[in-house]
């Protein structure tokens, strides 16, 4: 995975990789991308500020802003998204506690109640505050909770990408039977992912405005859209830092009120 | 507190050079209108207006210090606020103060140590609708059945050590729930009573201090807590004298005619009414364990008292809840164990709620809407309340919430008595 990729991932976290045993040519030639989109990913934290525009399907939209902050990786780190925008959110926040091994544990903290809740996710396709994106789409996803294959070369956006197919591992169900995945071959960014729920595509990302913020190819613009809907949202990334020097007690429950 | 404070900021001196420090001021004007289908006996008023402006300010002059302050700003149609111009630190008065002291308190991290100085929220609730452990969280019952809470002056400190966290509070000074005004209609008084005057002789606040305890564990597939409260029940017990009859003077005695008569009851003395508020302690249990199909929750506390005019008893909520597409069911039961002598006369929410069952949906439609739908029932079936609830937002700054809430039942059931309160509210907030 890329930085960028990894990037995505934390955020948005349907870019599921994996690096599968190498039993073909397809399989070991998509393990090996994956794994350098995954290298180039590595960070030991990120802090960015997101700007959030849902679209419903009558064109109307609406906007939120957060915080979001991340220590750790490699399916180990924890996050928080804090809204700052509009101002009846202000103050909540979400704290996502991702494992290697399980799905990712999260809690919600809401001002106006001053408790903490933990967010009961059972299913884990339930949308984001609304928003077209799931809580599955929030965790952290890393290469060992997919099986990846290599279906092909295909340009998109005018450059050229390798298509890669990935299905979740048993040990970590997903709402989506599989994700097709194009990567950048010059900068190894996931620019799309197809999402599938059997045979239908249900949601597509598209990433774009990639630059690179100390070094790591990061995609400023995010597009989720959710296909039998018709909504779409668009995540907008601005002050993105990388490797900054974070406090893992300011990642737990507890901190999720201060 | 002074010393607090100033160790708060010696802390934040250590500010590393980087870190921004940041500023909010969020806040909110909301105007809410409630109509009442139906006159209580004591009440004809059927529309009530309400005016909040809250204001706060949240500053974070390094990463380890926070200060917040925030007022509230309060007009009602009713006479249900205080029509004094002051600014209220302590809600002990029996009307919301116009303008109070909602927050104001310092947050200091250092490390595993967070602590907590001022007037701040202490919450412990892990449950919905009734929460028995929450005992640093009195609660503004003007309206019973559309509550806020009300913050506590005190120190809270948390010890993070992995997944387990300490928290020690202590609160100095007692801060009540706020009862129902006696005037209104959220005060119930018995038919054969209604003729009767009553005087309120005021409130009886204990001086000493409260202390609490908890243990928490923050587990991925348990998640759960222990605690300790040692201080004064919120909720008052309420001793009422007077309300003797008043005879007719008798002829017979009058005259010294040799045939009695009946008395007849032409009155009743006054009632007198004072609030009383125990010293107690509880012992109080919290869990969550989430399983692939749905959530089991709970919380439970057992409260003893030494004062012979407070019982014995356990309260407890037991809850599953179910995540479905935008749809978070929740149901359950709260009960009561009452092992020593049973109640006297008291207003107490918390016990008159238990013995039902619960049960909350709530669907998220959209980035800015969603409905709620909240019903408690008592298992004897002698009261029920059921709430529906639609908030739509508008632009960034603008929402909307409209609620309607069915009281019905019997006139001894505590849910019941409130069935002539059933209402229709409207608010628009504009957030800021």
């Not at chain 1, 298509?163 to 799309?192: E, F, M, T």
């Not at chain 1, 018709?230 to 601005?238: A, D, I, V």
């Not at chain 2, 387990?164 to 009573?193: A, D, K, N």
Request: aromatic share 10%; charged share 25%.
């Amino acid at each position: 995975m890329s930085r960028a990729l990894r990037h995505s991932v934390i955020l948005i976290g349907m870019l599921t990789c994996h690096v599968a045993p190498a039993f073909s040519q397809a399989a070991d030639d998509a393990q090996r991308i994956v794994d350098e989109a995954e290298r180039r990913a590595t960070t030991t934290s990120e802090r960015y500020a997101g700007a959030l525009q849902s679209f419903n399907a009558d064109g109307r939209t609406s906007e939120k802003r957060w915080m979001f902050e991340r220590v750790g990786a490699h399916g180990e780190s924890k996050s928080i998204i804090r809204f700052t925008e509009p101002p009846d959110v202000n103050g909540v926040a979400l704290l996502i506690v991702n494992h290697p091994e399980r799905v990712s544990d999260q809690w919600m903290w809401t001002p106006a109640l001053q408790r903490d809740r933990r967010i009961a996710v059972q299913d884990r396709s339930t949308r984001f505050f609304g928003t077209d994106f799931t809580f599955e789409d929030l965790e952290e996803r890393v290469a060992d909770h997919s099986v990846h294959t290599l279906q092909g070369e295909e340009p998109i956006d005018g450059a050229d990408a390798w298509r890669i197919q990935a299905v979740a591992k048993g040990s970590r169900p997903s709402q989506y039977s599989r994700q097709i995945l194009w990567i950048r071959k010059d900068n190894y960014v996931i620019v799309r992912i197809d999402s599938y729920v059997k045979d239908e595509v249900v949601r597509q990302l598209r990433s774009s405005r990639i630059r690179q913020v100390q070094g790591v190819w990061t995609a400023h613009e995010m597009v989720i859209s959710d296909l039998p809907r018709g909504t779409r949202t668009r995540l907008t990334l601005e002050k993105v830092e990388y490797n900054l020097p974070l406090r893992e007690s300011d990642f737990t429950v507890q901190a999720l009120r201060r | 507190m002074r010393r607090s404070l100033v160790l708060t900021l010696l802390i934040g001196a250590w500010c590393p050079a980087a870190w921004a420090q940041t500023a909010t001021a969020p806040g909110f004007i909301e105007a809410r209108g409630f109509l009442f289908p139906q006159d209580a006996p004591n009440d004809p008023t059927r529309a009530v207006s309400d005016w909040l402006w809250r204001q706060e300010g949240i500053l974070r002059p390094t990463p380890s210090l926070q200060l917040v302050a925030g007022v509230d700003l309060r007009a009602n149609t009713h006479d249900q606020i205080e029509d004094v111009w002051r600014i209220d630190w302590e809600d002990r008065h029996l009307r919301p103060p116009r303008m109070s002291v909602r927050r104001l308190a310092a947050t200091v991290a250092v490390g595993r140590l967070t602590l907590d100085v001022g007037k701040q929220f202490i919450r412990w609730a892990r449950a919905d609708v009734l929460n028995p452990i929450d005992r640093f969280a009195p609660r503004d019952f003007t309206n019973v059945i559309d509550t806020e809470f009300l913050p506590v002056v005190g120190a809270r400190s948390s010890l993070q050590l992995g997944p387990e966290t300490v928290e020690l509070v202590f609160v100095p000074r007692f801060t009540p729930s706020r009862m129902p005004l006696l005037t209104q209609r959220w005060t119930i008084v018995p038919p054969h009573m209604a003729s009767v005057s009553i005087l309120d002789a005021g409130s009886r606040f204990p001086e000493k201090p409260q202390f609490g305890g908890r243990w928490r564990h923050t587990g991925s597939r348990l998640e759960g807590g222990l605690s300790y409260f040692d201080g004064y029940n919120h909720l008052p017990v309420l001793d009422v004298r007077g309300g003797q009859p008043i005879f007719e003077a008798r002829e017979e005695e009058v005259l010294d005619l040799p045939v009695p008569r009946q008395p007849v009851i032409i009155g009743r003395t006054p009632l007198v009414l004072t609030r009383i508020y125990p010293r107690i302690r509880t012992y109080g249990l919290d869990f969550a364990v989430p399983m692939p199909w749905l959530t089991v929750k709970g919380e439970a506390a057992y409260f003893l008292s030494r004062d012979d005019a407070f019982p014995e008893y356990g309260l407890y909520v037991l809850e599953i809840e179910r995540q479905m597409g935008e749809w978070l069911f929740t149901g359950g039961y709260a009960g009561e164990v009452v092992t020593g002598e049973d109640r006297p006369l008291a207003f107490d929410p918390e016990r008159s709620l238990a013995r039902s069952f619960i049960a909350r949906a709530f669907y998220t439609a959209g980035p800015q809407r969603t409905f709620t739908l909240e019903a408690v029932g008592r298992q004897n079936g002698e009261g029920f309340y059921v709430m529906g609830e639609y908030s739509h937002g508008f632009g960034e700054f603008w929402r909307i919430t409209i609620t309607q809430v069915v009281l019905a039942g019997d006139e001894d059931d505590f849910l019941g008595q409130y069935r002539r309160n059933s209402q229709l509210s409207a608010a628009l907030r504009l957030s800021f």
